[in-house]
């Protein structure tokens, strides 16, 4: 199982790698190989296909990109039948089906999905252009800034068909300047979802990853000086002025 990009770093794992080490085992154990899972929310169905390479089971949280409007939260996969039908014999023997409204409103959601994220990616292009070029941001973890020598550059260009638009960026200092720029944003909104038509920013260390001991944290790269940004499709400029004036405030 992996979640490539992977919230809020931008990790990436190597799809192909994974369906080999799967095919590995499966050789080596009776009983067949490992399924391989694989959460893509971050870059959706527009963005990277992860069956076509050898994943055998896709998960979405439809809450994000493919709702795109805050307004619903669901969950859903794609993949091989094999793996598929057991998860929907125990979805009916659950109960855990879509109440029919969300699943009109995910209908009518997926008719702009493609637009939408290609907007919001078009956006994401320029305001990672803007971060990084400021003096108070020490990093930008925008997939299309992967260094040419950077292993993941390479998994990035085979897998990936966008750098999609959501991306985190390190502010120079810790918590305390994180804090003063967030709460000195008028458009864009404080808060953790992302995937939406309106813009997101939220602190990781502080919420969606607080139950982690700070160490870990550190360790892969959720520092407090990390600040998460889902970028929306408002006009870009209107981000990137958003952006500059509560920087200023720091
Ligand atoms: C990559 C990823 N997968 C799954 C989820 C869970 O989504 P939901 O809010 O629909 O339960 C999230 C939520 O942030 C996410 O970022």
């Known amino acids: 199982m992996a979640e490539t990009p992977a919230n809020p770093t931008n990790g990436l794992v190597d799809l192909a790698l994974m369906r080999e080490a799967s095919?590995?085992?499966?050789?080596?154990?009776?009983?067949?190989?490992?399924?391989?899972?694989?959460?893509?929310?971050?870059?959706?169905?527009?963005?990277?296909?992860?069956?076509?390479?050898?994943?055998?089971?896709?998960?979405?949280?439809?809450?994000?990109?493919?709702?795109?409007?805050?307004?619903?939260?669901?969950?859903?996969?794609?993949?091989?039948?094999?793996v598929v039908e057991p998860i929907k014999k125990l979805r009916g023997a659950l109960g855990t089906q879509l109440d029919p409204h969300t699943a009109w409103m995910i209908m009518r959601s997926m008719e702009t999905l493609s637009l939408r994220?290609?907007?919001?990616?078009?956006?994401?292009?320029?305001?990672?252009?803007?971060?990084?070029?400021?003096?108070?941001?020490?990093?930008?973890?925008?997939?299309?800034?992967?260094?040419?020598d950077d292993p993941c550059r390479a998994v990035f260009e085979r897998q990936c068909d966008s750098a999609g638009s959501t991306f985190g960026f390190r502010v120079k200092g810790g918590e305390?300047?994180?804090?003063?720029?967030?709460?000195?944003?008028?458009?864009?909104?404080?808060?953790?979802?992302?995937?939406?038509?309106?813009?997101?920013?939220?602190?990781?260390?502080?919420?969606?990853?607080?139950?982690?001991?700070?160490?870990?944290?550190?360790?892969?790269?959720?520092?407090?000086?990390?600040?998460r940004l889902s970028v929306g499709i408002e006009d870009a400029d209107d981000l990137i002025a958003d952006l500059r004036e509560a920087l200023d405030a720091i």
Do not use: C
């Open 23 to 82: 095919e590995q085992i499966g050789k080596r154990q009776s009983g067949g190989r490992p399924p391989v899972f694989v959460d893509n929310t971050f870059l959706g169905p527009v963005f990277q296909r992860p069956l076509r390479h050898g994943a055998d089971l896709v998960m979405y949280s439809l809450t994000k990109y493919v709702g795109g409007h805050s307004d619903l939260v669901a969950g859903g996969v794609v993949g091989i039948r094999s």
């Open 117 to 148: 994220m290609h907007k919001a990616a078009q956006n994401a292009a320029a305001v990672a252009q803007f971060l990084r070029g400021h003096p108070k941001i020490a990093h930008v973890n925008y997939l299309g800034f992967l260094p040419p």
């Open 176 to 227: 305390a300047e994180a804090f003063l720029m967030l709460y000195a944003l008028l458009v864009i909104k404080l808060a953790v979802s992302l995937g939406g038509t309106e813009s997101f920013i939220s602190h990781p260390a502080s919420t969606t990853h607080s139950g982690l001991p700070k160490p870990t944290r550190d360790r892969i790269g959720i520092t407090d000086a990390l600040i």
